[in-house]
């Protein structure tokens, strides 16, 4: 924040931003709101994020309430509904509830959709059995506040997963050395964190299981020399290298949190 910043007008920033960007919206060739346009978000969000198939329990959510903060286009938020869970999504963006309802129409799946901020839900305490914020804390104005905030509302042994950004990773190191920007370098906040830091910030929580994942896959919004290098030669190289050397430099770091 500069001196002459305060806390609303960084949020606002925020909001302002994240109307006109929307994740992965480069990927499709689909009219925005159709159906194969939700069909390629949610191949290409799963294919560059697969682990979260395996780390987050779908199934066992069936009848719970699940909360997903920051919830985008709601393609997360659809296999959660998908799966049986009583579905809530809000996000900062007005933007991207309008395609999340979109997107739960052409799925018919009963999802609770909401502008709101992060940093001030709008639920009572303890209103949820699973809350869900992949890729929203790096991008808020006040990162403990929305952590804060996923806590009060998540129910007595409730879980909450959280994803941020890995400031020591493979490819933090590779976008200075390649000299090519990561996703969104121009948002108004773009936070990255230590393990240390990061569990910090995970505080009001009981337990935490910190987690690192999103390791080099083929990428689809790179071309030319940089992006043959990358999708040709560095990915075979740095997924066959062993993940005893390479685990702790994933890019994305996750936590499984118990309240």
Same mark, same amino acid.
């Given at each position: ?36 346009? $939700? ?6 969000? $799963?294919?560059? !994020?697969?682990? !979260? ?26 296999? +959660?509904?998908?799966?049986? #869970? ?11 509830? #309008? &395609? ?12 609770? &959709? ?13 209103? +949820?059995?699973?809350?869900? #914020? ?27 997963? $959280? ?27 773009? %936070? ?11 505080? *009001? ?9 999103? +390791? *080099? ?10 992006? #043959?290098? +990358?999708?040709? !030669? ?6 066959? &290298? ?7 430099? %994933? ?9």
């Amino acid at each position: 924040m500069t001196p002459t910043e305060s806390a609303d007008d960084r949020a606002r920033s925020v909001r302002t931003y994240w109307n006109a960007h929307i994740h992965d919206l480069a990927i499709t060739a689909h009219p925005v709101g159709s159906p194969g346009f $939700f069909a390629d978000l949610d191949q290409y969000h $799963f294919e560059k !994020l697969h682990h !979260l198939l395996r780390l987050v329990d779908l199934d066992g959510q069936r009848g719970r309430r699940v909360l997903d903060v920051g919830c985008g286009t709601g393609v997360d938020l659809v296999r +959660f509904a998908r799966a049986g #869970a009583r579905s809530y999504g809000v996000d900062v963006a007005s933007a991207a509830i #309008a &395609l999340a309802r979109q997107n739960a129409a052409h799925q018919q799946l009963p999802m609770h &959709l909401a502008v709101g901020d992060g940093e001030r839900l709008p639920f009572p305490p303890d209103a +949820f059995d699973y809350v869900f #914020a992949h890729g929203v804390v790096q991008y808020t104005a006040d990162d403990r506040a929305l952590v804060a905030e996923c806590h009060r509302v998540l129910c007595p042994g409730g879980t909450a997963f $959280f994803q941020v950004y890995n400031r020591i990773s493979w490819l933090n190191a590779l976008s200075k050395l390649m000299k090519v920007d990561l996703e969104h370098v121009d948002a108004p906040v773009l %936070g990255k964190y230590s393990h240390g830091e990061f569990a910090r910030l995970l505080t *009001p929580f009981s337990k935490v299981e910190l987690i690192t994942e999103r +390791f *080099p896959v083929r990428s689809r919004l790179h071309r030319g020399w940089k992006g #043959a290098l +990358f999708n040709g !030669l560095f990915v075979g190289t740095f997924n066959a &290298l062993p993940r005893r050397l390479t685990g702790r430099y %994933g890019w994305h770091l996750l936590a499984r949190c118990t309240k």
